[in-house]
């Protein structure tokens, strides 16, 4: 992660967590593929587990996010029609305020052979206007479907499993693009966010971002119309 965005990490737990989300996210994409795509070349898309930990009452559920990013359209929206998704899961979590205070925090996450996706749910009390000048001077103040929101740039992390007799061990990777959208228009509290990034590391298509978001969010329960 940047450094000009480390004060955010107290206030954002998907910022907070997200080198570590990406290092397993990466371990875990690779054993899936090991385990399902070998000699099968010809299997279809990956689909979400209808397997996963009912929701907090009130709270958006990991699978439900993973429903509503895994869609069709997903690579179309990326623009690599072509593609089709590789990976797909959704995982539960929460984080304690300073309060004690337990908030759930799922998330999910696509991937395809071109870009990965996720998508994070938090229902804080926290407004995103508030969040701008807490996450690094990338950051860029956006309106997305009538909703309040912030553009900003992060890092992934880089793995390398020792193949061929090299170390194992982590390094800063390429560019990951972030948008973190209010839930409602009055930005009374609460978020989505949707992360993209590229396998390749080069740095990822903004437009791609904006459309994935524009057709994802308005699917996700407790989005509000604008």
Request: glycine letters at 12%; aromatic letters at 6%; a negative charge.
């Amino acid at each position: 992660m940047a450094d000009d965005s480390a004060s955010g990490k107290d206030h954002r737990p998907g910022v907070q967590a997200l080198a570590a989300v990406l290092v397993f996210a990466g371990l875990l994409g690779v054993l899936w593929a090991q385990k399902e795509f070998q000699g099968s070349s010809d299997r279809g898309p990956a689909s979400c587990s209808d397997d996963d930990h009912e929701a907090a009452r009130g709270h958006v559920s990991a699978a439900r996010l993973c429903t509503a990013l895994n869609r069709s359209d997903l690579p179309a929206l990326l623009g690599t029609p072509r593609e089709q998704a590789e990976t797909a899961y959704g995982s539960e979590s929460s984080f304690k305020d300073a309060d004690g205070t337990e908030t759930p925090s799922p998330e999910a996450e696509v991937s395809l052979k071109t870009y990965s996706v996720k998508l994070y749910a938090s229902d804080d009390d926290l407004r995103v206007g508030e969040m701008s000048g807490l996450l690094g001077r990338s950051a860029e103040s956006k309106t997305v479907l009538g909703h309040p929101a912030v553009l900003y740039s992060d890092h992934t992390v880089a793995l390398d499993f020792g193949l061929g007799g090299g170390k194992v061990g982590s390094s800063t990777g390429g560019i990951a693009r972030h948008l973190l959208v209010a839930r409602d228009a009055e930005d009374g509290g609460g978020s989505f966010e949707v992360a993209l990034w590229r396998q390749d590391d080069v740095p990822p298509d903004d437009t791609a971002l904006l459309r994935v978001a524009e057709r994802v969010l308005p699917t996700v329960p407790g989005w509000t119309g604008g």
